[in-house]
């Protein structure tokens, strides 16, 4: 049950992340959408004279609740066209569409949807390049660079919220946390631990293989636990290192059970204290990016849709939620924790 819950509140550092990111039972970044027959959703009624945004996404809960901040935020200024994304969506879908709103923007959400429109780019080379804010992707860094005109959001809350997050509601000190990582994460371990140093937190990283095991992982994380004496564990949003149930319980929750540590996770649904797996979770609130995606492209009207200067912002709100149960049995709530979590379960 939910035992406290509380607004909002903003969290920013540097670093970006890469990985895929799970939500609920689909992946942000990565994988099929959830559902070949998406749930309707109603787009404000066209106004003739304003602008076109094509808003292109699957029709999970969380990428409904993203649109919705953008859709309250535009709509007054720009007519917003949505195209669900599904498994039987097509290139010629997302070709229909541009042609259809003839969009002044387009609003990508998670890495599927970025392929079918890298692809549209790659067959139309002759037209000009549509600006384009990409929201709720892994690998952010990488396929940015792939689209022609594209500014974007990192889904990625930086390592050090999380951290400091965790350590205002634990009584257990937290100076080390340990990482396990494939190399493609090799640079963002690397930034995030710079951003660390300034809390006092030391990241302890160890590389898997690129093709890795259950076995090497629980080797990895055994090392991290005994040997470099770690105080907590952060499991970065990369779909391999969760894999499935079975998987979960042959590594994480096998050495956690031994070595009674916290764990940070990036995921709400690794949260439960039913199953207890993560300590706590940071997570972007999925409406506030859509509000700060409506920003950006309120930035890009003014310059004439032009992306020079514009990078990837980082997600400036972000919740909480925690496993109550956990903590109390394991590591003890520091006063007034409660108040400080958006979402406590137990």
């Not at 390592?159 to 257990?172: D, E, K, P």
């Not at 920003?295 to 909480?320: C, M, Q, R, Y």
Request: aromatic fraction near 4%.
């Amino acid at each position: 049950m939910r035992v406290a819950t509380k607004s909002p509140h903003h969290g920013v550092a540097g670093g970006l992340a890469l990985g895929l990111i799970l939500v609920g039972c689909a992946t942000v970044g990565g994988g099929s959408p959830t559902a070949s027959t998406p749930t309707p959703i109603q787009d404000p009624p066209t106004r003739p004279g304003l602008p076109s945004i094509l808003v292109a996404m699957p029709s999970s809960p969380d990428f409904v609740d993203a649109r919705r901040g953008l859709v309250a935020e535009v709509h007054e200024i720009f007519n917003v066209s949505t195209l669900l994304i599904t498994r039987e969506t097509t290139v010629t879908d997302i070709a229909d569409a541009i042609e259809r709103v003839k969009p002044v923007c387009a609003v990508l959400m998670n890495n599927v949807t970025i392929g079918l429109f890298r692809t549209y780019e790659s067959a139309h080379k002759d037209r000009p390049a549509l600006p384009t804010v990409v929201i709720m992707s892994s690998l952010l860094d990488e396929v940015r660079s792939q689209i022609r005109n594209a500014v974007g959001i990192s889904y990625e809350v930086p390592g050090v919220t999380a951290f400091v997050n965790l350590r205002s509601i634990i009584q257990t000190p937290i100076h080390r946390v340990g990482v396990v990582y494939r190399p493609v994460f090799r640079n963002f371990i690397n930034r995030q631990k710079e951003t660390a140093q300034k809390e006092n937190i030391a990241i302890v990283g160890s590389e898997l293989a690129r093709d890795f095991s259950a076995d090497d992982l629980r080797d990895a994380l055994r090392t991290l636990i005994d040997k470099d004496k770690v105080d907590a564990l952060w499991m970065l949003n990369d779909n391999l290192l969760v894999r499935d149930a079975q998987f979960l319980d042959e590594t994480w929750r096998a050495e956690l059970r031994s070595a009674g540590l916290p764990l940070i996770v990036g995921v709400a649904n690794l949260v439960d204290p039913t199953t207890s797996l993560g300590t706590l979770a940071v997570v972007p609130d999925h409406e506030a990016l859509g509000l700060q995606a409506a920003n950006l492209i309120f930035d890009l009207a003014e310059n004439g849709w032009n992306i020079k200067g514009h990078g990837i912002d980082l997600p400036l709100s972000v919740k909480t939620i925690a496993d109550v149960r956990q903590i109390r049995a394991r590591f003890q709530l520091r006063p007034g924790a409660l108040a400080r979590i958006d979402s406590g379960l137990e």
